[in-house]
């Protein structure tokens, strides 16, 4: 049996999340809003309009282009791609073609081996999203807001090796998005869009066969079942003795299925050519400077430096760093915790993560603020309160909003390490069970879990747990 | 070097002395426009003469001139990004051909 590999490389388009349209004030997202709703005669491509380009869109391309580690151009020019569709009012898309905001670059993605596949980039430019084309019993209806939604293109070379790498990419990459703030970045809204093109070739060959072009891909899942289907069914043809043919195919999610879609007799004829209403773009050093002071420390960077600086476990940095807010809400805790940063991750892994992920909410937005973390951790600590109200302090803190100390001393939380209480209550457990006494006497030592239980509901569960257990095997073996 | 006969822009190279029939035909499916056969040849004598006339500027010595993309200072103004309502949907279909469901409806498209 012949080995293969797959070549792919992806071609994403990222809607930022700018306020307004690109070259309007149109309002830019309209998710939810009803059809034709944020339109304008410029993004309708009513006649005697002209375009004003929004300068977020060109920061936002900008440090995208920088996260990236593309070349930012100090001038590039907008270019027209002339076609004839029904949901492109204008009859052309403004681009940019060969002189586009940025050259170069490449992401760097870990894989689940530990090695690290470097991603080059071929493509990066703005451009402005067409409208909506809605196919209805027959009937084409178009919703025009979209027209003019900014989008950055992004087309990786074809370095990408597996199906799974191919999803890997894509998670880094709205990872990436995301932690700049330059999109919401979700599949599902078509905030990130993806095409794959996909070839295979013999394990070791430094050479392209002829490749395909799988279209309607909108999720990560979908992306990976879309390559992995095309790469077998590739390699079941070159078995056969067939050859491929440069397909543009359309995956169906629903049936699990690739079909071949028609070719535009005249595609790839865009006629582009400078667009002469809008002047090109001029990136100063000083406006690029002000534009990358917004330039975070970047995910892989700082998922190495959780290693190195906390000594944290591989797992750990990268949950940490999978949202930037969570990896500040991580660094604001350790910084009033120091000793032990291992401690405080646990935390947040174990418990925080589980708010989070029941809100909905970004950890920068609980109102368990790290200052209050750190002060129930601090309690637990200092063993005046047990584990588990210490756990139960996080909701009622994230309910509240109040201190933990103060909601400790208002519900009288504060753990009972009071030996002569904890006596007391245990001997009127013991008295009130006559059976299990026995039973436990006899042999049946397992039941001592059941005594801690019965005192600990009896005080609340403020007793402290391991003081109660030793008296309570005083008290049954006497 | 440059080649004699044809205009070479950054975008495509077209022989200037005599388009096709082909090329007239291929420009006019591009421009979704039906021509009849009296107009292909019309066209082809035409976009010929002009594109002859190009082939003429291109004798022009340029080597170190930079290419021009307008005549106005090379700046683009920058808006601020600030949303404001468009027109109203009634506004804007008032010259549509057909509406349905507050969407412009258009007739059925070759894929």
């Known amino acids: ?478 | 070097m440059r080649r004699q006969g044809f205009t070479q822009s950054r975008y495509v190279i077209i022989p200037a002395m005599s388009l096709t029939l082909e090329e007239v035909e291929h420009i006019a499916e591009l421009a979704r426009l039906e021509l009849t056969e009296a107009e292909k040849a019309r066209y082809r004598e035409q976009l010929s003469a002009v594109l002859d006339y190009i082939a003429r500027l291109q004798e022009l010595d340029t080597e170190n001139i930079p290419p021009t993309s307008s005549v106005l200072p090379a700046r683009t103004p920058l808006r601020p990004d600030v949303p404001r309502p468009g027109l109203p949907l009634e506004e804007l279909m008032k010259n549509a051909a057909d509406t349905e469901q507050e969407q412009f409806r258009v007739p059925p498209v070759l894929d």
């Open chain 1, 1 to 478: 049996m012949t080995e293969y590999e797959a070549v792919i490389g992806l071609e994403t388009h990222i809607q930022l999340n700018t306020q307004s349209k690109i070259f309007c004030s149109c309002k830019a997202d309209s998710w939810n809003d009803p059809p034709n709703t944020n339109i304008c005669p410029v993004c309708t491509g009513l006649p005697g309009v002209l375009p004003v380009t929004n300068r977020v869109v060109v920061e936002k391309a900008a440090l995208l282009a920088a996260a990236m580690h593309a070349e930012i151009q100090p001038v590039s020019f907008f270019d027209r791609k002339n076609y004839f569709y029904p949901d492109l009012p204008k009859g052309y898309q403004i681009s940019q073609y060969d002189r586009p905001l940025a050259r170069g670059g490449y992401l760097d993605v870990p894989l689940p081996d530990g090695t690290t596949r470097q991603v080059t980039i071929e493509k990066l430019h703005i451009e402005e999203d067409a409208g909506k084309t809605k196919n209805d019993n027959g009937r084409r209806l178009i919703d025009f807001n979209r027209c003019g939604v900014p989008l950055i293109e992004m087309v990786t070379g074809p370095d990408l090796r597996s199906a799974d790498e191919a999803a890997q990419y894509l998670i880094r990459l709205r990872q990436l998005l995301r932690w700049l703030g330059v999109s919401e970045a979700d599949m599902e809204k078509a905030h990130l869009r993806c095409d794959a093109n996909v070839s295979i070739r013999m394990v070791g060959a430094d050479y392209l066969n002829p490749k395909t072009e799988i279209k309607n891909v909108n999720s990560i899942v979908a992306v990976k079942e879309a390559v992995q289907t095309e790469i077998e069914r590739q390699i079941r043809e070159v078995e056969a003795g067939k050859r491929i043919e440069a397909w543009t195919l359309e995956w169906d999610e629903d049936a699990g299925v690739l079909r071949k879609m028609r070719s535009k007799e005249t595609e790839a004829d865009y006629r582009y050519f400078r667009e002469p209403d809008l002047l090109p773009i001029h990136i100063s050093e000083a406006w690029l400077a002000h534009i990358l002071q917004e330039l975070p420390e970047l995910p892989l960077e700082r998922r190495a430096r959780f290693i190195s600086q906390y000594g944290l476990p591989e797992y750990d940095a990268d949950i940490l760093t999978g949202e930037r807010s969570l990896s500040d809400y991580f660094e604001a805790a350790v910084a009033l915790y120091p000793s032990d940063p291992k401690r405080v991750s646990n935390w947040l892994l174990n418990d925080l993560m589980r708010m989070l992920n029941e809100s909905g909410k970004l950890a920068s937005e609980l109102r368990l603020t790290p200052d209050y973390l750190v002060e129930i951790i601090r309690l637990v600590d200092a063993g005046t309160v047990n584990t588990t109200t210490g756990k139960s302090l996080l909701d009622k803190v994230e309910a509240s909003g109040k201190r933990p100390g103060e909601i400790v001393n208002a519900e009288g939380l504060a753990q009972v390490s009071d030996t002569g209480a904890i006596r007391q209550a245990a001997q009127q457990i013991v008295s009130a069970n006559p059976e299990q006494v026995q039973s436990y006497r006899k042999g049946k030592t397992t039941l001592i879990g059941w005594f801690v239980g019965q005192l600990m509901r009896e005080t609340r569960g403020k007793a402290d747990p391991q003081l109660a257990r030793s008296i309570l095997e005083e008290l049954l073996s006497e």
